[in-house]
């Protein structure tokens, strides 16, 4: 197996790219693409993920639709929770949801703690990635979320709204709560360890739900272990944080050492460049929901945020968060080719 060292996204990561700025999107497969909605009127989404040819189908969808720079593995953050003892459902419309739920210290030490056994728990993922690495032309992302978001999904058993059980646990019996997060630690390492075994150029890693920390909680919850993850891994392979709330806490993820930060939208990104250390790249951030505007108000909010980056050789042109489900592919491909006919480019 090679890697791809010379495509302009993975340049961009490492702070050597020339030209103008590579762009992939958060959620770029998904059901705004109508090819992506009839595989979806046949299979159920966890059929998608498990079906080694269906997850290459679907990853390759938004490199053929929009001309992307990098495909995102289709998959999802929850995946994980299987090999840990929890049963995973996406039931239409009610978003995805979790069996048991972790509800005490004691639930905490009955993990189990084998983190090699993911190993035989994703050969269906092992397989799509080979055989994506034979047919893509891009970079493949693989990705995991960070552990404290995937802690809240296995406390609240969904997604959470107030996180009020995630928070009562951490601030009555923090000591349980770090064990938790440092078995998720473990576990997510052997899990981008095989990712990248089979393949994958580049980790992201989602913390969605890192801004409803306070920074102090941020730095003693996420930050320290986003930080192991990265140091577990190999040193050429780039990784990527995503942390909502980026602006706030700016200065614990560039000290958790990633080689990329991708930003959300609520703050500016000239900003977060000056903000960051030489050596880190930076991703992002324009508000999604700008995919909703009329096309010559989006392709101007792209074009200006094309000026603030330009000749920033260490930029990745992307979303601040997931492109929406309902968002028209017309929108979605008026932005990639905006950006890719660079900054001066007329609207048409
Ligand atoms: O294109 C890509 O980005 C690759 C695939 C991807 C999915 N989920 C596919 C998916 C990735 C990277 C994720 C990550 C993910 N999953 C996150 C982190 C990113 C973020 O958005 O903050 C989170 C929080 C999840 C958990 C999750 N999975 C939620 C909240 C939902 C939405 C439920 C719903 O009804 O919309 C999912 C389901 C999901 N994951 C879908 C897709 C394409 C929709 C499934 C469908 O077809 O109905």
Redesign the pocket.
Known sequence: MTRTTTAPFLQALRGQNGGTPPVWL??????YLPA?RRL?ERYT?LE?CKTPELVAAVTTM?IDVLGVDAA???????LLAEPLGFSLR?D?????SLSPTLQSAADVDGLPNDPAAVNAAFDYMKAAIAELKCTLQVPLVG?A?APF?LAT?LIEGG?GRDFKRTKQWLFSDPDSFHRLLQRLTDYTVAYLQLQIRAGVDAI?L?D?WAHVLAPEHFAACSARYLAAIRRALPKDIPVIF?C?GTGAYLNEIAAAAPNAVSADWTTEIRQLRAGLPAGIALQGNLDPAWLYAPPVELAAAARSLLSQMAGDPAYVFSLG??VL?DVSVDAVRLLVDTVKSGATAAVI
Do not use: C, E, K, V
């Open positions: 958060m959620r770029q497969a998904g059901r992506y979806r989404f998608l938004p995102i593995l289709f998959a999802d953050i929850l996406f239409d419309g009610t978003g995805p990705f979320a978001t999904y997604t992201q989602f969605s995503f909502r968060h997931g489900p």
